[in-house]
C-alpha cells in the first residue's frame, strides 16, 4: 500500500517524469526500508522488512505492468482490494481475551499447578483452564531463566487451526521464582502458537 501511495504521488506532482524514473523511485524506497529493517535489527525490525518487500513486490509487478494501460488499472485496484480483504480477515480472526487478574487464580487446580511451577522452574509453556466464568484460560510460564521479568499480552489472534498470542517480556524485579501470566480467550484453537518479541516461542504445553 505504500509503494500505490508513493506511485499516486508521483501521478499528482510529477506527471512528467518518465515511468523508469518512477520505478527507480520505488526500488529505492523498499531498499531504504530494508537497509533501516537490518539497523533496527531483531523482532522489533521484521515489519519494516516485510513492509520492504511489499513495495519490491510492487515495484517488479509495475515495471511488468507499466507498458500496459490496463495492466496499471488492476495493479492500483487490485493491490488495494487484496489488501482490504486481508484487512478484514484478519479483523473476523481477531480473538476477544482478558488478562486474569492473578488475585482471581483460587481455585485448587489452578493453585496447584502454580505451586508446581513454582518449585520446578524448568516449566515452560501453557497449560489450558477452565475458567470459573465459562471462558477457557491459558496459563503461561516463562520458566526460571525469565525470573525478574513481568508479561505483557500484545495481540492475540487466530490462524486456521492456530491461536496465536504475541507477549513481550522485560525486567522488572518481579519476585516470582517462574514468571507467569494467566490469558482468558473466548475461544483456543488445538494448536497455540506464544511468541515473544525477543523471537522466543513458548507454545509447547497441555491443552488437557
Not at 76 to 82: A, D, E, Q, R
Not at 110 to 124: A, F, L, N, P, R
Not at 147 to 173: A, C, F, P, W
Amino acid at each position: 500500500m505504500l509503494g500505490i501511495v508513493m506511485c499516486g504521488l508521483t501521478y499528482l506532482f510529477m506527471r512528467k517524469i518518465e515511468e523508469n524514473t518512477r520505478l527507480v523511485l520505488l526500488f529505492s524506497l523498499g531498499i531504504l526500508i530494508l537497509v533501516a529493517s537490518f539497523r533496527i535489527g531483531g523482532f522489533e525490525g521484521m515489519p519494516y522488512g516485510v513492509l520492504s518487500l511489499g513495495v519490491l513486490t510492487l515495484a517488479i509487478l509495475y515495471f511488468f505492468l507499466k507498458r500496459f494501460a490496463i495492466g496499471k488499472k488492476i495493479l492500483f485496484i487490485g493491490v488495494p482490494l487484496i489488501i482490504a480483504v486481508h484487512i478484514f480477515i484478519g479483523f473476523i480472526n481477531q480473538v476477544d481475551y482478558l488478562v486474569v487478574d492473578k488475585e482471581r487464580l483460587m481455585d485448587v487446580e489452578t493453585k496447584q499447578y502454580i505451586g508446581k511451577i513454582e518449585k520446578d522452574t524448568s516449566i515452560v509453556g501453557y497449560k489450558k483452564f477452565k475458567g470459573g466464568e465459562g471462558e477457557d484460560f491459558l496459563l503461561i510460564s516463562m520458566g526460571g531463566e525469565k525470573k525478574g521479568n513481568t508479561i505483557e499480552v500484545l495481540e492475540v489472534k487466530e490462524n486456521y487451526d492456530e491461536t496465536i498470542i504475541r507477549i513481550r517480556t522485560s525486567y522488572n524485579k518481579n519476585p516470582e521464582p517462574n514468571p507467569y501470566i494467566a490469558v482468558a480467550l473466548t475461544r483456543i484453537k488445538s494448536k497455540v502458537v506464544i511468541l515473544d518479541t525477543d523471537g522466543t516461542n513458548y507454545g509447547d504445553g497441555l491443552l488437557d
